[in-house]
């Protein structure tokens, strides 16, 4: 897709021809792919990036004097500039590469955290986060003797006003919560939060990886000491993820997993380590989808993710509007600042079922838990069905949606 400037309205017929995806067919009906939040498509660009560099410009990385694996680095560190520059990070030693937003959360969580948390000790969350953002502090928790507290959420599925500031204290060691929920579509307001935090002294981690696809993020300006994301979510290869950290905290944190690349000298007496951001990625990376990553970020960047903005806030108001005309339909998260994220159950109706029968109309969406259980109980389902957007969705898609929940009305009235 060549872009015209930032001003002009997304053409979304043209960029759905950039996902190859979004032209199969599902179950012999047009695929409607309304399951973002679990994992995005990848455009054709991402998918040229990858095939060009397995065939021609494959090769181990870092270590390799001959042309190609020098190339193949270029490609990497390059990478590593384009997510530096795309989340506003000062150094792009403040990337590090991991596989997911999980493994990101839980580098945090055993080296910083096994460094600065101990008995007695308090780790915040909230009351809506994904499962990779609770059980890596539970598990630091435990082995410490340190206290996880939980700010509580309303009924629309935003943050009480005030739960945080009451819940932080002199015990508090890091704040971790989401940006963006996936099984609610909540936006945190992350500036106020770590200006909130960070008057008590208290670190915050933020978990992006609802947020990068769908908003423009700079780490700088929210303040954030670290944060992380996936890149399968952010339209990139399935197996790369970023930490964001603060280059100061990232320095004096111990690596995460020891092998190759991470150190500086290995003798069997004593080990020295290398420098960030290699010191915490310990052996062979993901090369192809750190490339992958880095075109992913130069495609939507040529859309614009102001554009993107613009277009999901019309498609969740439009998708909104008619859920919420169905009356045997209830939303679960109806916060005042949204993504477009649907979690909705239907009266009577289990989300399996729901789900399983708009699969046979080709509309992809996903019931369960969305790993929030939590959530769940929170709001007193076992589960929800979620129709997950993003740019590449149309009003019609929507309206298949509603077509569908029509049929399962029809099945279970
Ligand atoms: N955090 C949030 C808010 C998510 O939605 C997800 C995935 O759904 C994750 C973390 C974990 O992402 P991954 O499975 O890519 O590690």
């Known amino acids: 897709?060549?872009?015209?400037?930032?001003?002009?309205?997304?053409?979304?017929?043209?960029?759905?021809?950039?996902f190859p995806?979004?032209?199969?067919?599902?179950?012999?009906?047009?695929l409607v792919f309304l399951d973002t939040a679990a994992s995005s498509q990848k455009p054709q660009a991402v998918i040229d990036a990858l095939s060009a560099f397995y065939a021609s410009g494959y090769a181990n990385i870092h270590r390799g004097l001959y042309q190609l694996s020098a190339e193949a680095t270029r490609l990497f560190e390059g990478a590593r500039i384009r997510v530096q520059e795309f989340i506003g990070a000062a150094d792009a030693r403040e990337i590090v590469f991991v596989r997911n937003a999980t493994?990101?959360?839980n580098l945090v969580a055993y080296s910083w955290g096994r460094q600065n948390v101990g008995v007695g000790d308090e780790i915040l969350i909230s009351a809506m986060e994904h499962h990779a953002n609770i059980v890596p502090w539970q598990m630091l928790c435990e082995e410490k003797g340190a206290t996880l507290r939980v700010a509580p959420i309303d009924d629309r599925g935003q943050l009480v006003p005030g739960g945080i500031a009451e819940l932080l204290s002199d015990r508090t060691k890091l704040l971790a919560i989401t940006h963006v929920s996936n099984a609610l579509g909540t936006i945190n307001p992350v500036r106020e939060i770590v200006e909130l935090a960070h008057a008590r002294g208290v670190k915050v981690l933020?978990?992006?990886?609802?947020a990068v696809p769908h908003t423009s993020v700079d780490v700088r300006s929210i303040d954030c000491d670290f944060y992380a994301f996936s890149g399968h979510k952010l339209f990139a290869p399935s197996g790369i993820g970023v930490l964001y950290g603060k280059l100061a905290h990232l320095e004096a944190m111990p690596p995460f997993m020891g092998g190759g690349e991470m150190i500086a000298s290995v003798t069997f007496e004593k080990t020295t380590y290398a420098e960030v951001p290699r010191k915490f990625e310990a052996g062979t990376p993901d090369i192809a989808g750190v490339i992958g990553l880095g075109a992913a970020i130069d495609y939507i960047e040529e859309i614009g993710m102001g554009r993107i903005e613009v277009w999901e806030a019309e498609l969740l108001e439009y998708a909104t509007r008619r859920l919420e005309a169905l009356p045997q339909v209830r939303l679960v998260g109806t916060a005042e600042h949204k993504a477009a994220v649907l979690s909705f159950v239907v009266s009577g109706v289990h989300p399996h079922d729901v789900g399983t029968i708009l699969?046979?109309?080709?509309?992809?969406?996903?019931?369960?838990?969305?790993?929030?259980?939590?959530?769940?109980?929170?709001?007193?389902?076992?589960?929800?069905?979620?129709?997950s957007l993003a740019f590449y969705n149309?009003?019609?898609?929507?309206?298949?949606?509603?077509r569908g929940i029509e049929k399962v009305l029809e099945i279970f009235g």
């Open 394 to 402: 149309t009003k019609e898609d929507v309206d298949a949606l509603i």
């Open 21 to 30: 995806i979004l032209a199969t067919a599902s179950r012999g009906k047009p």
């Open 103 to 105: 493994e990101a959360i």
């Open 206 to 210: 933020l978990d992006g990886a609802q």
């Open 359 to 387: 699969d046979q109309e080709g509309i992809a969406v996903r019931s369960g838990h969305h790993c929030a259980q939590p959530v769940m109980d929170r709001f007193g389902v076992p589960a929800t069905t979620r129709a």
């Open 1 to 18: 897709m060549t872009a015209a400037t930032n001003r002009t309205p997304l053409d979304v017929a043209r960029v759905r021809k950039d």
